[in-house]
């Protein structure tokens, strides 16, 4: 299985713009049964899959070492693990149905489906690319990180218009970051359809997810997405920027033709 994936993006740099290949690391779910009850997916790099499974349920107690496995199937090509126990614990029992340990700083739990995901609503009326508001705002977001400045140990998140920062919040994770922006923008009736969300850190599946349930069509971060994020982007309609550094930016979907 790829670690990476290749797509095309529009780079830009200062009054340069180039139609250029870019490689990408992969995010995969990946599903782990025990005894034939589905107990988790995982958001992951497809690497070293088998020896992420036996880590996993030692780590969150569902065995005491392995010689509890009677046997383990893996199929590399679904994404998924089959493992069965010499015994059952109780403790297994709790993790029952669908949970997702996401890709994020903190091991933050969702209740994920990556079909579902992609039926969220698609963005009819994406906000247009403004290349220079995009750079301005990003610079503008550099400077709020007073934690960070102070720690160097948190990620940012801010709401956009068109012109200005309207909320920021830090957290150690960048998913509760975002999710503390969207509850104070909900707590003060502000309409996310033609706002932007900026980011410290990485665009990973769960994130865009996030933004997608509220109708924001535009997510733009200084670090990079995962592919499985350009892909739900391209297909729901969102506007993704990544790697907003001074005068360079890359565009991941929706890109405009070079004559803008």
Known sequence: MKYTKQYDILRINKDRKTNEKDVLVVENPFTIFIDDKE?????????????????????????????DIENISLDEKAS???????????????????????????????????????????IK????????????????????SELFLQTGGVHSCGLYDGEKMIVFEEDIGRHNA?????????????D???????????????????TAKIEISTIVSRSAPTSLAIDMAKELGINLIGFVRGEKLNIYSNIPSLTL
């Open 39 to 67: 107990i988790i997916t995982l958001l992951c790099t497809p690497k070293s899959l088998e020896e992420l499974s036996i880590g996993f349920i030692i780590s969150e107690g569902f065995i005491d070492s392995l010689d």
């Open 80 to 122: 998924i693990v089959y493992i069965d126990l010499k015994r059952k614990k109780s403790f297994a029992e709790k993790f029952q149905g669908k949970r997702t340990i996401t890709s994020g700083c903190g091991k933050g739990t969702v209740f994920y489906n990556v079909l579902d995901s992609f039926k969220s609503k698609k």
């Open 125 to 144: 009326n994406p906000l247009e690319i403004n290349i220079e508001i995009i750079k301005k705002n990003m610079r503008d977001f550099n400077k709020r």
């Open 178 to 190: 975002l999710d503390k922006i969207i509850g104070k923008a909900l707590k003060g009736n502000i």
């Open 192 to 210: 996310f359809k033609d706002k932007m969300i900026f980011t410290s850190g990485r665009i990973s599946s769960e994130i865009l997810i996030k």
